[in-house]
């Protein structure tokens, strides 16, 4: 078999078989075949799609590109989550104690943040010691005794994916549907579990940014994980505006414990209740999404969602007096308002601008190398359908720098568009796939 072949087949816009495919990822993963052809396939793909089974048999081929994790020393259905991911958007830190809380088990791998999004490890290690750099063994122990563990992707999962994403990303070709969902579930897959929920988001803030784009990389994936035996459930949910009232790493954490508490916000906890009530009825301890609400809601005000936290953050070395007294979590020296400069309605928030202010302030990574600040962020006070009249509050900026702090305000201040007319309401949840 030779890659030039295959080259010229999907460049005709004929179907690749599942031997070639695996030839090709095999080749690439190895070394033997080298970038610059990589690159014209990926470019073929872009121009001319690949199909469902097509896009099955890749996602299949990078999963099995480095280990698959075994988890089959965990007793019980193993439920994983992944967001495509978007700004605020802090829900494993507060979905997987209430899951977990219940009598599902999380066996979860998770990333650190890059550019204007968040990352959930960055924000875990608020909790000073905490640490996701764990063994396997203490990975899969920490789940068979407290329910909950997460851990950081280790290099040798989907290393196939490692390699393309980097290709993809500078060479034009991240924005195909069949080569995102492969590249996120040949990941899931690999990670081990028996069910996986994904949260999709849609808007300004997303790597979607429409609905429609949305439902057909929710159903993409969602067919890739039956494909591959999965008991598979999608949710596609607002980033037109950050989710939640926190961007940066300790404040999301707090509103993440607010939600505990049952004091977070709308939208967000709204979420929490509909994956969680999902993810709960995947793992099988309820009939009904109904249920699943009633058993979210029981362990948010017996406070059982909470104690599992601080059980995960302790296994896991980080200091629990934290989770109860999250005023021990970084602190920024400085908190500053920023006023409405006019009365009206807020039409919109530029999401992407938001988590570019957060990133400025010192809460996000520029390169992969980069330190982060995790007491820094942005609290927002009110958000799209509010009214203000001029001089309110509408957030506050959080910094340990005032030269930063002064432009990141500036930015912010322009994200934010007003009007007389009050805009039509969005719900956080626009759909499921299932
Ligand atoms: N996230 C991924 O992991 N891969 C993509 O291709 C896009 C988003």
Do not use: W
Not at 88 to 115: F, Q, Y
Not at 158 to 170: C, G, Q
């Amino acid at each position: 078999m030779r890659m030039y072949d295959l080259i010229v087949k999907k460049k005709k816009g004929e179907v690749l078989t599942k031997e070639e495919i695996e030839f090709m990822i095999s080749g690439y993963t190895k070394g033997e075949i080298p970038d610059y052809q990589m690159s014209a396939m990926m470019m073929a793909i872009c121009f001319n799609g690949m199909n469902d089974e097509e896009t099955l048999n890749l996602t299949m081929s990078m999963a099995h590109s480095g280990d698959m994790l075994d988890l089959s020393r965990i007793d019980g259905i193993k439920v994983d989550k992944h967001s495509t991911g978007g700004v605020g958007d802090k829900t494993s830190l507060a979905l997987t104690p209430i899951v977990a809380s219940c009598g599902v088990k999380i066996a979860k791998m998770s990333g650190r943040g890059l550019g204007h999004t968040g990352g959930t490890i960055d924000k875990l290690e608020s909790f000073s010691g905490f640490t996701t750099g764990i063994s396997e063994e203490e990975f899969i122990n920490n789940v068979n005794t407290i329910g909950i563990s997460i851990m950081g992707q280790t290099a040798s999962l989907a290393p196939a994916d490692k390699k393309l994403y980097a290709l993809r990303d500078v060479t034009a070709t991240v924005d195909n549907m069949s080569l995102i969902a492969s590249s996120i579930m040949s990941k899931k897959l690999a990670s081990g579990a028996d069910a996986i929920i994904l949260d999709v988001k849609t808007g300004s803030g997303a790597f979607m940014k429409t609905k429609e784009d949305s439902f057909e990389l929710a159903t993409k994936m969602v067919n890739i994980g039956k494909g591959a035996n999965k008991k598979m459930m999608a949710v596609i949910s607002d980033m037109d505006q950050p989710l939640g009232n926190m961007i940066g790493n300790a404040l999301e954490v707090k509103e993440a414990i607010d939600t505990l508490n049952g004091v977070g916000p709308k939208d967000f906890t709204t979420l929490c209740y509909k994956l969680g009530s999902m993810m709960l009825m995947m793992g099988g301890v309820c009939e009904s999404l109904e249920d699943g609400e009633r058993l979210v809601d029981d362990a948010i005000k017996s406070g059982k969602a909470l104690e599992k936290l601080c059980e995960f953050i302790k296994a896991q070395g980080g200091d629990p007096s934290m989770v109860k007294d999250p005023s021990l979590l970084p602190k920024a020296k400085i908190r500053e308002e920023v006023l409405a400069p006019t009365k009206g309605y807020i039409t919109k928030i530029v999401c992407d601008e938001v988590g570019i202010c957060s990133l400025i302030l010192g809460g996000g990574r520029e390169t992969k190398e980069s330190s982060i600040d995790l007491a820094v962020g942005i609290e927002l006070v009110k958000k799209v359908g509010d009214y203000v009249n001029e001089n309110d509050c509408i957030a506050y900026i959080y910094a340990n720098d005032e030269e930063k702090k002064e432009i990141a305000k500036k930015r912010l201040l322009d994200a934010y568009s007003f009007d007389e007319n009050k805009p039509l309401d969005r719900q956080v949840i626009l759909g499921v796939v299932d």
